[in-house]
């Protein structure tokens, strides 16, 4: 069986209270959440009903969100009073806790059995193969849902301890499937880079494999498998060299006419990427820019417009960019390198993040989540546009460009939370360790 890769403390993304080191399984974990201090025991009764609850609780949370969904709702939608919730879980963090840790149990489960496989390439390709059975079980009705995780960081620190020790668990699981001797030349922080594009590809498939049959999930998961190992770039001799990369800098946006507004955007797309829609409350966006209620409501008239503000300030950027990129002239290839190296830069400069895909799935209402994902798709086909002319002179390996424009999305999108897991990440060095991979696939040297 292939062997867990060194832990190191700096790999974690824990909040302040989070750095506590826990040996604790996530199984047992979830186990010792329960409400009593005195387990009830654990009958077979007990176990049915506890798991009915998580995967009510797991529904109800990702529709509404951590923050907007209740105790209530959930034991109605399993034909319990509230009590009848608490007698597992005593208040809804917990509930939240143990969802999560039981998606990140799920999700590590899938890891080490992929680590069974003898070489990289295998042992990602089953990462890969195993989550689409999964999202196939989910969605055909046979298995129940599993928590999303565009909510974790909206956990009170009491929880959000035992959840960020789990999932840093669940990182460097993932990471070790990328140990090879070909890796062990690669620098940790471009290691921690790759594992970090991995783990997020493998996360936000769930977000669009849906448009397929399911009984397609397979080859699809075969085809992300093929793209985020290789790349879309046809070889590594394709790779524009320092001088290359430096003229396919793309020009940024001319910056916002009031400062002030754009800073409330960038304040709440920030918190909305670390807490989610319902953790970003007035308070805490205006809290951020020292600023006071009062002020916020003279600059929006409430909070939802100012979330579809941030979306509309996303998207323009990411058209800005693909469409500068777009313009006649050079290969495909090229196009497409200087599409993602000037958004993932972005992500990572001073008027930057963009906002986080997953954050659409929180908005209160269905029509506007609607709105949103639909505006999304067709940000994302003016990338399936570049890797088309890539694919019709030749630059671009031969792929699904449909597909392949979601992964380089997902890589994107990521990019946002990529400080959390290379402390040492800068715009100067994120070419190299980080949007090269995401182009030229995860076997690629630095």
Same mark, same amino acid.
């Given at each position: /069986?292939?062997?867990? @890769?060194?832990?190191?403390?700096?790999?974690?993304?824990?909040?302040?209270? #989070?750095?506590?080191?826990? *040996?604790?399984? $996530?199984?047992?974990?979830?186990?010792?959440? %329960?409400?009593?201090?005195?387990?009830?025991?654990?009958?077979?009764?007990?176990?049915?009903?506890?798991?009915?609850?998580?995967?009510?609780?797991?529904? +109800?949370? *990702?529709?509404?969100?951590?923050?907007?969904?209740?105790?209530?709702?959930?034991?109605?939608?399993?034909?319990?009073?509230?009590?009848?919730?608490?007698?597992?879980?005593?208040?809804?963090?917990?509930?939240?806790?143990? @969802?999560?840790?039981?998606?990140?149990?799920?999700?590590?489960?899938?890891?080490?059995? &992929?680590?069974?496989?003898?070489?990289?390439? +295998?042992?990602?390709?089953?990462?890969? /193969? =195993?989550?689409?059975? !999964?999202?196939?079980?989910?969605?055909?009705?046979?298995?129940?849902?599993?928590?999303?995780?565009?909510?974790?960081?909206?956990?009170?620190?009491?929880? &959000? $301890?035992?959840?960020?020790?789990?999932?840093?668990?669940?990182?460097? @699981?993932?990471?070790?499937?990328?140990?090879?001797?070909?890796?062990? $030349? =690669?620098?940790?922080?471009?290691?921690?880079?790759?594992?970090?594009?991995?783990?997020? %590809?493998?996360?936000?498939?769930?977000?669009?494999?849906? !448009?397929?049959?399911?009984?397609?999930?397979?080859?699809? #998961? !075969?085809r992300i498998a093929d793209i985020v190992l290789h790349g879309v770039i046809k070889s590594a001799t394709a790779w524009p060299g320092d001088a290359a990369l430096d003229s396919l800098r793309l020009p940024e946006p001319p910056p916002a006419p009031d400062e002030t507004a754009e800073a409330f955007l960038q304040a709440a797309t920030e918190l909305v990427n670390e807490q989610g829609y319902r953790g970003a409350s007035v308070d805490r966006i205006a809290a951020l820019l020292n600023a006071t209620k009062g002020?916020?409501?003279?600059?929006?008239?409430?909070?939802?417009?100012?979330?579809?503000?941030?979306?509309?300030?996303?998207?323009?950027? +990411?058209?800005?960019?693909?469409?500068?990129?777009?313009?006649?002239?050079?290969?495909?290839?090229?196009?497409? @390198?200087? &599409?993602?190296?000037?958004?993932?830069?972005?992500?990572?400069?001073?008027?930057?993040?963009?906002? !986080?895909?997953?954050?659409?799935?929180?908005?209160?209402?269905?029509?506007?989540?609607?709105?949103?994902?639909?505006? /999304?798709?067709?940000?994302?086909?003016? /990338?399936?546009?570049?890797?088309?002319?890539?694919?019709?002179?030749?630059?671009?390996?031969?792929?699904?460009?449909?597909? $392949?424009? +979601?992964?380089?999305?997902?890589?994107? *999108?990521?990019?946002?939370?990529?400080?959390?897991?290379?402390?040492?990440?800068?715009?100067?060095?994120?070419?190299?360790?980080?949007?090269?991979?995401?182009?030229?696939?995860?076997?690629?040297?630095?």
């Amino acid at each position: /069986m292939f062997q867990i @890769c060194e832990i190191s403390g700096s790999d974690t993304i824990p909040p302040a209270a #989070a750095n506590r080191e826990s *040996n604790v399984s $996530a199984i047992a974990i979830v186990h010792a959440m %329960s409400s009593s201090s005195t387990s009830p025991p654990k009958t077979t009764r007990y176990k049915e009903k506890r798991e009915a609850i998580l995967a009510a609780a797991a529904r +109800q949370f *990702n529709e509404r969100g951590v923050k907007d969904a209740t105790l209530s709702e959930i034991a109605a939608s399993v034909g319990l009073v509230t009590s009848g919730i608490t007698y597992y879980y005593r208040k809804k963090e917990d509930l939240a806790a143990a @969802c999560l840790l039981r998606a990140i149990a799920e999700d590590k489960k899938l890891a080490l059995e &992929a680590a069974r496989e003898t070489g990289v390439t +295998q042992r990602v390709t089953r990462l890969f /193969m =195993l989550h689409a059975e !999964r999202l196939a079980a989910i969605d055909s009705g046979e298995q129940p849902p599993l928590i999303g995780f565009s909510d974790i960081r909206a956990l009170p620190d009491a929880q &959000a $301890a035992t959840v960020f020790t789990a999932y840093n668990d669940l990182f460097r @699981c993932v990471r070790a499937l990328l140990a090879s001797p070909e890796a062990a $030349a =690669l620098s940790r922080d471009a290691r921690n880079a790759r594992a970090h594009l991995l783990i997020s %590809s493998t996360m936000t498939v769930s977000f669009w494999i849906s !448009r397929c049959e399911i009984d397609e999930y397979p080859s699809v #998961a !075969r085809r992300i498998a093929d793209i985020v190992l290789h790349g879309v770039i046809k070889s590594a001799t394709a790779w524009p060299g320092d001088a290359a990369l430096d003229s396919l800098r793309l020009p940024e946006p001319p910056p916002a006419p009031d400062e002030t507004a754009e800073a409330f955007l960038q304040a709440a797309t920030e918190l909305v990427n670390e807490q989610g829609y319902r953790g970003a409350s007035v308070d805490r966006i205006a809290a951020l820019l020292n600023a006071t209620k009062g002020k916020f409501y003279h600059y929006n008239e409430t909070k939802i417009d100012l979330i579809t503000a941030c979306f509309e300030r996303s998207f323009a950027l +990411q058209r800005h960019f693909l469409k500068a990129a777009a313009l006649p002239g050079g290969a495909g290839s090229l196009r497409v @390198c200087a &599409a993602a190296m000037a958004l993932v830069r972005f992500q990572l400069s001073p008027r930057g993040p963009l906002l !986080r895909n997953a954050a659409y799935s929180a908005l209160p209402d269905q029509q506007h989540r609607q709105q949103v994902y639909r505006t /999304m798709q067709r940000v994302i086909e003016r /990338m399936v546009g570049l890797l088309v002319d890539g694919l019709v002179d030749g630059s671009v390996r031969p792929q699904d460009p449909a597909i $392949a424009a +979601q992964v380089l999305d997902t890589a994107i *999108n990521a990019a946002a939370e990529l400080r959390r897991w290379v402390p040492g990440i800068s715009e100067d060095n994120v070419t190299r360790l980080y949007t090269r991979p995401s182009l030229l696939g995860l076997l690629c040297d630095e």
